[in-house]
């Protein structure tokens, strides 16, 4: 089948939507989409029905609210079409417009960092009409997918898509307020839009299954590295292997069916890493399409004899995974308020809009670290491949030059431009090259009409980034156009603000090398926050700054926000101690064995050459001692690992517990896995009882 045929064929799209529902429908349903507000139930009907009717149509047998629970991972109970058999037997299908609207699972299993107790178990989930529903097969049949938020009884949030929407709102207020002093009258609403690259790896999924690590925490807690690893760059942009081909090829007809624009795939740094990125969306769509994507990305391999995975740092000493987060704001009638034109240095809109995100990113560096925290995140941040643990800004040089510009003078008069490139030869096609390179480096570049967040983990939800971004532009925005509002001569107002902006948060603008040393020496200078763990960026959500600013916009609640507080205490403390128990698991059941059966093997060998009388076991001897070395230290560090992980789960705070098992199981961890990875490379490779790292990432 041809794309474009295949593309949204799954999903209740506005063509559908148009071709189904009655006009006034439609447009009822589009005015909610755009301006807010309520849908009647009668409207409700109408669409559920025609929903209905679709997804049998299209083979479907049940409905589902899918939700974004605090888990990390989505959720959904399935509802057959069915009503209640009639005294003849007969069923009709149904879905009424309440049913669309609003779902009630039983919620009391689902984090809610202390907000319900599980005596008040209500949850909704309340339908979101801007996601467009589709139908999903699986093995469970066809089923009519409907996006929802995930509300408490009391209509606190105790999902990802609720603040998210939330953020989106006061965004768009925010812009729309600043580009009214511009003489801007058109606009009605301004959108964030989101586009998302994810990378992960594929590996072969028997030997997979042969790593409990892998299986039960989703990366390795041991393994030597290979002779090979990643340095000779042949991996990253190299031709895809043909059953890696085939793998994506099913992903892509998959995801466009879905709607999911997929757009690019290629091989990553890392061997068996590679990285999907489809074209971006309205915020809340592309990040539930993210959640598609990391779904697809599973099952599909599953059906190839591979397995996709997505934690963070599935290799020690191999390059992990990231999801970058592209993010602008462009209104309804198209205008991205993130694009600086030709000519940045007279754009006076533009250089509004991006002092005001140096002042918020500056203001709210800790809370834009902590919307990227997550279990995994911890051993890629700061490591030399994914961006430090500290935010600053890349401009690149064009912009930092006009921002010194206005510093200096208050105004800029020329901006340094692109040019041409020369390569040289005479055939090749001339080009314009952009006025910056890139930078890898940085936490959050500018790149062109955009700002590329690239913190975030690869198996993390992207909303709490988002909501971040929304929620500081919006407050920005606001607190300049309090200013500006009230100004007499706006012009002369808006450019002292602008260099007043300038001037005070330069401080968070670096474009240098962001994998150096000096740049963390240089930082703490500046005084910027440097958080390097899960549990040092946790406080930001609740520091007085971050309840004013979500309070302020309606965003969190103090209630929810001590609530997500716990809930990502609560999370490091379960991924590390489930990781040290599988670590204990493998070293006592699998590796000290492995190595006592080495030793034992070595030891009659000594016995063996040594009654010859022929000659010493010289050889035997030698890789006995050291091996004997690492025994007793692997055996030493295994119990120091059991006694250290008990006293942790006996505690009851989960703050203090939470930074127990950072400071002091980890390290315990750490000591364990180092005698276990020598061991691996002594002894003989048809007794260790795992796949080695090389078998995982150079044979899929
Ligand atoms: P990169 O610059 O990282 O090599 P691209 O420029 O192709 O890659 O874009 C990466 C992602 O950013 C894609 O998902 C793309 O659709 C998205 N993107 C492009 N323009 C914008 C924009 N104005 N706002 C948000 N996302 C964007
Ligand atoms: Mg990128």
Redesign the pocket.
């Known amino acids: 089948m041809k794309v474009d045929v295949m593309f949204g064929e799954e999903v209740f799209n506005d063509r559908v939507m148009k071709a189904r529902l009655p006009r006034d429908v439609f447009e009822k349903l589009q005015l909610v989409r755009e301006e807010g507000g309520q849908l009647d139930l009668a409207t409700a009907d109408v669409i559920a029905r025609e929903m209905k009717d679709w997804a049998i149509e299209k083979g479907a047998t049940h409905y589902t609210h899918w939700f974004q629970p605090l888990t990390g991972m989505t959720a959904e109970k399935h509802d057959a079409f069915i009503s209640a058999p009639t005294q003849d037997g007969q069923v009709v299908l149904n879905l009424s417009g309440k049913e669309l609207i609003k779902g009630e699972p039983d919620a009391s299993s689902f984090p809610s960092g202390g907000i319900r107790a599980t005596f008040e178990a209500r949850g909704y989930t309340i339908w979101d009409c801007t996601s467009p529903a589709f139908v999903r097969r699986d093995e469970c049949g066809a089923i009519l997918v409907i996006p929802t938020a995930f509300c408490s009884y009391t209509g606190e949030a105790l999902d990802q898509k609720t603040p998210l929407l939330r953020s989106m709102e006061k965004v768009s207020q925010a812009a729309i307020r600043l580009v009214r002093l511009f003489g801007n009258t058109t606009s009605q609403h301004v959108k964030p ?5 994810q990378e992960y790896f594929i590996l072969d999924r028997q030997k997979y299954l042969a790593r409990r690590d892998l299986v039960f925490t989703g990366r390795t807690l041991f393994g030597a590295m290979p002779p090979k690893g990643q340095e000779m760059d042949d991996h990253y942009f190299g031709t895809i292997r043909p059953r890696i081909a085939a793998y994506m090829h099913e992903v892509n007809e998959e995801l466009w069916k879905k709607g999911v624009p997929s ?2 795939q290629h091989n990553e740094v890392a061997p068996a890493q590679h990285e999907l ?4 969306e309205t915020a809340n769509v592309a990040v539930d399409h993210n959640q598609v994507i990391m779904q697809i990305l599973r099952r599909v391999a599953t059906r190839h004899g591979l397995k996709c995975v997505l934690h963070e740092k599935p290799f020690a000493g191999v390059n992990g995974s990231g999801k ?1 987060n ?3 704001l ?1 209104t309804d009638d198209g205008i ?1 308020l ?2 600086p034109g030709k000519n940045p240095h007279q754009n006076l809109q533009f250089q509004l809009v991006l002092a005001c995100m140096l002042k918020a990113v500056d203001t709210h560096a800790d809370l834009l670290r902590e919307s990227a925290a997550d279990v995994g995140n911890d051993l890629r941040l700061g490591a030399n491949e994914a961006p430090p643990a500290i935010i600053s800004v890349f401009l690149g040089e064009q912009l930092e030059e006009m921002m010194d510009q206005i510093i200096e003078t208050g105004s800029a008069d020329h901006i340094l431009k692109g040019g041409k490139l020369e390569t040289g030869v005479g055939s090749l096609t001339d080009v314009h090259k952009d006025a910056t390179d ?1 930078n890898r480096t940085s936490p959050f570049a500018f ?4 700002f ?1 967040f690239r913190m975030a983990g690869s198996r993390d939800s992207v909303a709490s980034p988002n909501v971040v971004l929304n929620a500081i532009a919006a407050e920005a925005f606001n607190e300049a156009c309090d200013e500006l509002e009230k100004a007499d001569d706006f012009e002369t107002a808006c450019r002292a603000l602008i260099r007043r902006y300038m001037s005070e948060h330069k401080r968070i603008v670096f474009n240098g090398n962001g994998y150096s040393d000096e740049w963390v020496e240089e930082a703490t200078r500046r005084g910027l926050p440097n958080l390097r763990s899960m549990v040092d960026a946790i406080p930001a959500l609740t520091s007085e700054k971050s309840i004013r600013l979500f309070g302020n916009a309606g965003i969190f609640t103090k209630v929810e926000l001590e609530s997500r507080a716990e809930i990502q205490y609560e999370t490091y403390v379960k991924a590390i101690n489930i990781e040290s128990l599988t670590m204990q698991q493998m070293a006592g059941r699998q590796f000290i064995p492995a190595m006592m059966a080495y030793a034992g093997e070595l030891g009659e060998q000594i016995a063996l050459v040594e009654k010859t009388g022929i000659c010493e076991a010289y050889v035997q001897r030698d890789i006995l001692t050291e091996l004997g070395r690492h025994l007793e230290a692997a055996h030493k560090a295994l119990r120091a690992l059991e006694k250290v992980t008990k006293e942790a789960q006996a505690m009851t705070d989960v703050r203090e517990q939470a930074n127990f098992y950072h400071e002091l199981v980890v390290p315990a961890m750490e000591e364990l896995r180092a005698p276990i990875d020598a061991a691996e490379l002594i002894v003989d490779e048809k007794l260790w009882p795992v796949p080695s790292y090389a078998d995982l990432i150079f044979e899929v």
């Open positions: 839009s989101v586009g998302i690259e757009k690019t990125a489809p074209i971006f970058h592209n993010w602008s462009t991205n993130l694009n890139r790149t062109g009409n955009k590329e």
